[in-house]
């Protein structure tokens, strides 16, 4: 089980950090590139045929701006792509649009801006339904995490 991750600037590197630590999580491997939709069409597509070949099984694609980095990616493979919008202007909210609002039958799947983290775990979802270890990794996850948020909270807090 294999995921990219692919976004368009060197400088979104911090950024795209939390999908690759979300996949170390739960032992998922992964390989990140930056690829650009405008600057390298042809070395987009050359790597996305190489994933293809080579098993890759879920592509997360950050972008900021014009964004049309997942969007392009989802166009060129039947990979479930999740998009992660970057801030880089007006918020980001630019960038949440243009990821989200896809035509129809060429879907992405989109988190919040800047959150590469929930993407991370969303690939970590897509590949549970095939792979019963990784389900099982994410069911214990999600028990641990409702056990720390009790004792945390479950007290109440003061103000």
């Known amino acids: 089980m294999k995921v990219a991750i ?17 996949l170390k999580e739960f032992g998922i491997e992964y390989k990140a590139y930056v690829l650009s939709a405008h600057r390298v069409p042809e070395k987009l597509r050359e790597v996305l045929k190489e994933l293809e070949a080579d098993g890759f099984e879920c592509i997360i694609a950050g972008a900021g701006l014009a964004a049309h980095l997942p969007g392009v990616i989802a166009s060129e493979t039947v990979l479930p792509v999740i998009g992660v ?14 990821i989200v609002q896809m035509p129809k ?3 992405v799947a989109t988190v919040g801006i800047d959150n590469s983290y929930n993407a991370g775990m969303l690939a970590v979802e897509i590949l549970g339904v095939k792979y019963p270890e990784i389900r099982e990794k994410l069911l214990a996850f999600r028990k641990t995490m409702k056990e720390n948020f009790i004792k945390e909270n479950g007290e109440g807090v003061e103000l």
Request: net charge negative.
């Open 6 to 22: 692919i976004f368009g600037s060197k400088s979104d590197t911090d950024k795209m950090r939390g999908a690759a630590n979300a």
């Open 85 to 98: 919008p970057i801030n880089g202007a007006l918020d980001g909210a630019d960038a949440l649009y243009s």
């Open 105 to 107: 039958s060429i879907p």
